[in-house]
């Protein structure tokens, strides 16, 4: 007589696993990136933080083992699924898409943006809501005015999309350019700005 469990036990099993190695890692202080799961109107989100604030957001379109494997590789490897000091950003973001929020105010964690980008991504959390600015503005105000194709590679790579907010860039033309959540999430999100 086999005693394989079935696969109802394996899944509680796994549960029970999951949820020791959450309290486990709180205890030890042994969790350096925390990471959870969020629907929205343009998907499903992950968003990630570190003790510092939260250091990504990622789009139902991109490869969640790449998300999670830069995280390991860039931040620590020490990274676990829990909505352990997640609670105030998924806040955030439900009343944005509420559209009872034109600002965040969750600290972020910058760890995986350096020089130039990192300028961009500071100057693009001083955009307003509802407002937007074309790639040259961008690099005027940053310093750089020939840094163009610059910016457009830092809004490109910007690890907080939404929190830090990439898609108020647009070409000089008006056109949308591009956005790491596809164009149709960008344009939902300047609709939503621009209802307001």
Known sequence: ????????????DLERLHERLVRDAAESAALDVAFRWLDSPIGTLIVAATPRGVVRLAFENEVVD???GELAT???PRVLETP???DEVARELEEYFAGTRTRFDVTVDFAL????????????TQIPYGV???????????D???AV????SACATNPIPLIVPCHRVLRSDGSLGGYRGGLAAKRVLLDLEAAA
């Open 74 to 76: 860039k931040v620590s």
């Open 113 to 124: 943006s350096r020089g130039f980008r990192r300028r961009v991504l500071g100057h693009l």
């Open 84 to 86: 352990r000091g997640l």
């Open 66 to 68: 790449e998300v999670l």
């Open 1 to 12: 007589m086999s005693t394989t469990p079935t696969p109802t036990e394996e899944t509680r």
């Open 144 to 146: 750089n005015p020939k």
């Open 149 to 152: 194709r610059a910016v457009g």
């Open 132 to 142: 937007t600015e074309s790639y040259t503005e961008v690099a005027v105000a940053t």
